[in-house]
């Protein structure tokens, strides 16, 4: 379950980044305060090669899951849903259970295609992270802030 948090700067107190979605992210983990000016380290953001083996798989695990919910979600539980709805309904017509079929036959192949881009957006943020690390003023940078050892 995605939790919402608002981040603000511990030094002079005004927002960074607005409410965001507090979960692992690949990325920039440094942001900069735009009053003060202080760098301050993201928590829930890291590079993809600063992130241990086991960050690297619940990030993964993560993406295959939610490519896995649209595609059951697609081809198999409104079907149900709209078959039950069917059943329940008095005078409900074969229109829920064709409606079912259509869903169906096109839910499978929609929620294969969302599992692919979720999969791609992944090896995305993992290409431009890879990137971003092949810079040494970049990995100065993050050792400055005691992000990198």
Known sequence: MAVYAKRTCPGCGSTLEGWHRDTLAIGNPLISCPNCAALLRRDNVNEWELLRGWQRVRFVIGYLYSGLLWMVGGGFLVPVALAIVRQWLP????????MGTYLSVLGL????????VFGWQLSKRRRESLE????PAYREKLTRAGVMP
Do not use: K, N
């Open 109 to 116: 192949p929609l929620g294969l295609i969302s599992f692919i």
């Open 91 to 98: 005078g409900a017509s074969d229109f829920y259970t064709t």
């Open 132 to 135: 971003r690390m092949r810079d």
